[in-house]
C-alpha cells in the first residue's frame, strides 16, 4: 500500500523572503528533490502531494492600502532613507541570483481576497491550478508593482491559470465566496504555530517535519527519505 504524505506550505502573497524560498523551491531546490527522490525504487512506497495553506503578514491592513515603499521606509526602517535603500539593494541582489525582476513601488495591502482564490481553486482544481495563481500574484505584485488583491490582479492570475473568466469572475465579485474557510485556515495556522512564512511540513506516519524557510537539496532530500522510511 502506497501512503499518502502531503507537503503543507505556508505563505503569504506579499511577502519578499517566501517569493525568494517559492522560485527556488520551484525551480531548483524542492522540484530537484522531489524529481530525485520520485527516480528511485523507494517512491512506489510513498506519494507525495503539496498542498497551499494562507497566512497573512499584516492581516490589519486595508484593502484601498498605502504606497509601499513608504510604508516599508516608515514600519520596518525607522523612516530612514538610507536603511531602505540598504533594503532595496539586498533584495535586488537577492532577486537576480533567484530570476526576480524585484521592483519597490506600487501598494502594500490586505491579501485575503487573494488567499480566497488560491484556496477556491486548490479544492476545485487542485494544488497545481493553486501553484500557477501563486506564482502569478507574486511576479504581479513584486514585478510589476500592481497591487496584491484587486479584482484586476485576481482576474490576471486566474488568466495565467487557465481559470476562464466567465468561471473565476463572479467568484471574485463575491466578497463572501470562500472566506469563513481561509479565514479558519489562517487561525489554524497561527494556532499551529505559524509565526513566520515560508512553513513548511512533511507530514509522515508516525511524526511530521517542519523547515522554516529555503533549505539546501540535499535536506529536503533526507527529509523525504525520513519520511518514506517510518512509512514502513
Not at 503569504?12 to 517566501?18: K, L, S
Not at 498542498?51 to 498605502?66: D, H, I, N, T, V
Request: proline fraction near 3%; charged fraction near 30%; glycine fraction near 6%.
Amino acid at each position: 500500500m502506497t501512503y499518502q504524505s502531503q507537503i503543507s506550505f505556508t505563505l503569504d502573497t506579499i511577502c519578499p523572503w517566501t517569493y525568494l524560498a517559492k522560485k527556488r523551491l520551484d525551480e531548483d531546490v524542492l522540484a530537484v528533490a522531489l524529481r530525485r527522490f520520485r527516480e528511485t525504487d523507494e517512491a512506489q512506497k510513498v506519494k507525495f502531494t503539496v498542498r497551499y495553506f494562507p497566512y497573512q503578514l499584516y492581516p490589519k491592513a486595508s484593502q484601498e492600502g498605502e504606497d509601499k515603499d513608504e510604508w516599508y521606509k516608515k514600519s520596518r526602517y525607522g523612516d530612514s532613507e538610507e536603511k531602505m535603500q540598504m533594503y532595496t539593494t539586498l533584495m535586488t541582489a537577492y532577486g537576480v541570483s533567484a530570476g526576480i525582476d524585484f521592483k519597490f513601488g506600487g501598494t502594500v495591502a490586505n491579501t485575503l481576497d487573494a488567499h480566497r482564490l488560491i484556496q477556491h481553486y486548490q479544492e476545485e482544481k487542485g494544488p497545481e491550478t493553486a501553484d500557477k495563481l501563486i506564482n502569478a500574484l507574486y511576479s504581479q505584485y513584486f514585478e510589476h508593482e500592481q497591487h496584491p488583491s484587486t479584482d484586476e490582479t485576481l482576474l490576471k492570475a486566474a488568466a495565467a491559470a487557465k481559470i476562464p473568466e466567465s468561471d473565476v469572475k463572479a467568484f471574485i465579485e463575491d466578497r463572501s465566496g470562500g472566506l469563513p474557510e481561509v479565514k479558519m485556515l489562517i487561525r489554524e495556522q497561527a494556532g499551529n504555530g505559524v509565526d513566520s512564512v515560508p512553513y513548511i511540513v512533511f507530514e509522515g506516519k508516525r511524526r511530521d517535519i517542519t523547515l522554516v524557510g529555503a533549505k539546501e537539496v540535499e535536506e529536503y532530500e533526507k527529509t523525504l527519505q525520513t519520511i518514506v522510511k517510518e512509512s514502513n
